[in-house]
Structures are given as C-alpha cells and as structure tokens.
C-alpha cells in the first residue's frame, strides 16, 4: 500500500500532520462506548480501532489482544465502512459545518519536494513512530517501506509488484483468512450488530473530530482552513480527500481542496497505524499482560 501513496503533498504542508492525529478521536471516543456496553477492555480497544477506518490495523490490534471471537466482525466493520466513506462522510461533515464554511478558499501552491526528503522521510516517520508506539512499527514500517520502494528510483520492478500483484494477493489471503473467524455461531448473534452500530460511531466521530479540530484552528490569526480538510484526516486514502474536494465543489464550484485534503488524508493513514500502537500499548500495560 505504500507504494501507492505520494507523500508529497503532505510534506508541502506539514501541518497537516495535526489533522491526522485530530481525526483519531472516534477510536477513543468508540473505546469508551464498548467498555460501558459490556464489552472487555481488550475487545473494546479492538472494536474501538474500528474509527481507524485501516483494515490491517483493525486485525493487527484485535490479533494481539486476542479479541479471536470478534475478529470477523471487526474487519467487516472496518472494510466495510472504509468502502461507505462517500455515504458516511458528507453526512458527517454536513452535522457540524455550515455552507460558508465548506466555501473557504484555500489556494494551493505547488513546492518541489527533493528527492532526498522524499526518501529520508519514510525512515524518519517509522523511527518516530518506533519510539511513539513501539507496537506500530510493523505496520508503519511496511507502509513506508512500500514508499521508499517507489521513491529509491533502482527498486521499479519490486516497485510495480508491491501495487499490483502483491497487494492483490495479500488482499485474498487476508480474505480467506478472515472468513475462518467468521463462524455462524460466533458471528451471527447481537454482539455483531452492537460491533458493527459502535464502529460506525467510530468513523461518524472521527471525521467530526477533524472537522472540529480544523473550525478550533481558524479561532487563532492566520489563513483560514476550510474544516471539511480536516474531515480528510482518516486513514481511507484517497477515497476521503476525493469526497472533501467533491463536497468543496458543491459548496463553490471553482473551489478545488484535493490537495490539502490528500496531504489530511495521508497524515491520516499514518496517524491511525500510530494510534493503534498507542492502543496496543496502552491496554497491554493496563492489563499487565506486558
């Protein structure tokens, strides 16, 4: 998957980063809600990650908390919901933004990102991350890893494999993987359906943490942001910048926010693999299972 994200745009404007953590609220938020529901700390860590809209990250978190009776439907959750993002977001978006705000201009200028900041970023990213949430390495690291592939410039064919024939076969051993936990007697019943009503939740509260974080920053002095930017800092790359820059043309028809919210929108890709890292280790301290 990191060979297919252009981390350009994000370095043109770091600051970005922020919306990508901002956008992490619905996980918390979801955490919290399972808990009080019933469900164990560790399932509900699991069935929280959901909000990260990051399907490996959903598994990799409810793998290492031996959430196994959840894991079917926590994936389904999360691919599911990643594939519902142009029907969940505008309405996300639309509950806490009013129509002069979706109309803020934001010009976009293009800067030339080096060709060593585009290579010595990847590996910054994962050993930042390493000392942030240790528990995230493995997945940041084969996300960047992908990127560096790309951007080293003698890697094309490994380059060309991993966005193609690489990630179609992981993606149907991850299938077939998942359909083992998916079991009748421990799919079919109401758990399911409180996982999959609390993970929509979730994803409904990341975009608004976004979107409010984004309406927090045009309080202080300085160049407005249009909120639905920050609304992009989830991790379904780039399905959630293409709905702000749709959503930006219904508001104003000249205004174009692909850009900034792609730079949201990777920030996010990056921030959900490190705040499931952050749940890993937290819960793992928390029940002494370290």
């Not at 953590?21 to 560790?42: D, E, M, V």
């Not at 598994?59 to 993002?85: E, F, K, N, P, Q």
């Not at 043309?249 to 730079?263: E, F």
């Not at 952050?278 to 370290?290: F, K, Q, S």
């Amino acid at each position: 998957i990191g060979a297919m994200i252009d981390f350009g745009p994000l370095l043109t404007n770091p600051k970005m980063f922020l919306f990508g953590g901002a956008a992490q609220f619905g996980i918390f938020a979801a955490i919290l809600f399972a808990a009080l529901c019933g469900f164990q700390l560790n399932d509900a860590a699991s069935i929280g990650i959901i909000g990260a809209a990051d399907g490996p990250t959903a598994i990799l978190v409810s793998r290492v908390l031996h959430s196994d009776t959840y894991m079917g439907a926590i994936a389904v959750a999360a691919y599911s919901y990643m594939a519902m993002v142009p029907i969940i977001q505008p309405f996300a978006i639309k509950l806490v933004t009013t129509k002069k705000e979706r109309m803020i201009r934001m010009p976009y200028s293009e800067h030339k990102v080096s060709k060593t900041t585009r290579i010595l970023f990847p590996i910054i990213v994962t050993m930042i991350a390493g000392f942030v949430a240790p528990a995230s390495v493995s997945l940041v690291g084969f996300l960047m890893f992908g990127n560096l592939l790309r951007e080293c410039g003698c890697l094309n064919s490994l380059s060309d494999t991993a966005q193609t024939s690489l990630v179609n076969l992981i993606t149907l051993l991850l299938g077939l993987t998942i359909a083992f936990k998916m079991q009748a007697a421990d799919f079919v019943n109401i758990k399911t359906l409180m996982i999959m009503a609390i993970g929509l939740m979730a994803f409904v509260f990341d975009s608004i943490g976004g979107v409010m974080f984004a309406k927090v920053l045009n309080l202080l002095p300085g160049k407005k942001i249009n909120p639905m930017v920050g609304g992009a800092g989830i991790s379904a790359f780039p399905m959630s910048a293409r709905v702000v820059q749709k959503m930006g043309l219904q508001a104003d028809p000249t205004n174009h926010l692909l850009m900034h919210a792609i730079g949201a929108n990777v920030a996010g890709q990056i921030g959900s693999v490190v705040a499931g890292g952050v749940v890993i280790n937290l819960v793992l301290n928390m029940l002494g299972w370290n």
